[in-house]
């Protein structure tokens, strides 16, 4: 592999000829010995505050009522914020010798959970660890937590393109990628860093999802843009992208988000997207294997 590479073999000449492929496969970490894993699907977006872990937790939730074993493992290691939404707490089980690994907790709803919050003594003590420990820390998250015969295991990135989620693209056989986006002019530079991330990782983008598209008064059910115009149809077919949600302001969601309900919610918003992870194949890892992505 040349100085100059940039790991995106697709656009290469010398693609199959320099090794660089069969290097980032190398780079894939094998997940527990006793971890069967189906499909992977990471949540990201160019910036922070577009609402990730909203629509994850919302994902993980519609497939666990599609009859699906779903796990959520909270990549956003320095500002967890699953373990709230779901209303999960108390530590996870230590490794043993028979269960050699370490079990997620289960959500109300009976989805498996694995944040830095379920480690720490107190879930409001900061996390001030540089990069490297931060991306070694998500890498244990995969290797090291036994997530059994999950049909779905949702990642939720932290924002940007920097160690974690080059981590999560690099060591876990990720089967797809959802980017999330707000409705605001540098919307396409978000969509653009993401979407570049994720070719030069050969990792598929499997749509977008607009958040805080809109908020409708309750009082005359009129939709109000908050934040101005949006253009999220326009972007999403400059870079051939699916629309696979626009989600409302909503304060119930808020509110459900708050109080750890999120499992509660009413809504169909997510049922398009939920329709097109169904439609995924499995990566057909064996049990203890690494597979390449897709």
Same mark, same amino acid.
């Given at each position: 592999m040349s100085d100059s590479c940039s790991s995106?073999?697709?656009?290469?000449?010398? #693609?199959?000829?320099?090794?660089?492929?069969a290097e980032q496969h190398n780079l894939l970490t094998p997940p527990n010995e006793r971890s069967h894993v189906k499909r992977v699907i990471a949540i990201m977006s160019g910036k922070g505050g577009v609402g990730k872990s909203l629509v994850t937790s919302l994902l993980a939730t519609a497939m666990a009522r599609r009859g699906h074993r779903v796990g959520v493992l909270d990549a956003d290691i320095t500002g967890p914020s699953i373990p709230k939404i779901f209303g999960v707490k108390g530590e996870v089980e230590k490794a043993d010798a028979e269960l050699a690994g370490i079990r997620p907790l289960k959500s109300a709803g009976g989805i498996d959970?694995?944040?830095i919050n379920l480690l720490l003594k107190n879930e409001s003590d900061p996390v001030v660890w540089r990069g490297p420990i931060v991306a070694g820390?998500?890498?244990q998250f995969w290797q090291d937590v036994v997530w059994e015969n999950e049909d779905y295991l949702f990642v939720d990135m932290p924002p940007g393109t920097g160690d974690v989620p080059l981590t999560v693209l690099q060591s876990l056989p990720v089967d797809g990628i959802i980017i999330v986006t707000s409705p605001q002019e540098l919307v396409s530079m978000i969509v653009e860093k993401a979407v570049k991330m994720a070719a030069l990782l050969n990792a598929p983008v499997?749509?977008?999802?607009e958040n805080m598209a809109y908020f409708r008064c309750p009082d005359c059910s009129k939709e109000h843009k908050i934040f101005g115009d949006s253009h999220i149809e326009e972007i999403a077919r400059d870079y051939f992208l699916p629309l696979l949600?626009?989600?409302?302001?909503?304060?119930?969601l808020a509110a459900l988000c708050d109080a750890g309900k999120i499992e509660s919610f009413e809504g169909g918003w997510v049922d398009a997207a939920a329709l097109l992870?169904?439609?995924l194949p499995e990566h057909g890892a064996a049990e203890?294997? #690494?597979?390449a992505n897709a």
């Open positions: 995106g073999c697709s656009n290469c000449p010398s #693609a199959g000829g320099c090794g660089s492929a959970i694995m944040s820390i998500v890498r499997l749509g977008i999802i949600a626009r989600l409302p302001i909503e304060p119930k992870l169904e439609e203890g294997e #690494a597979p």
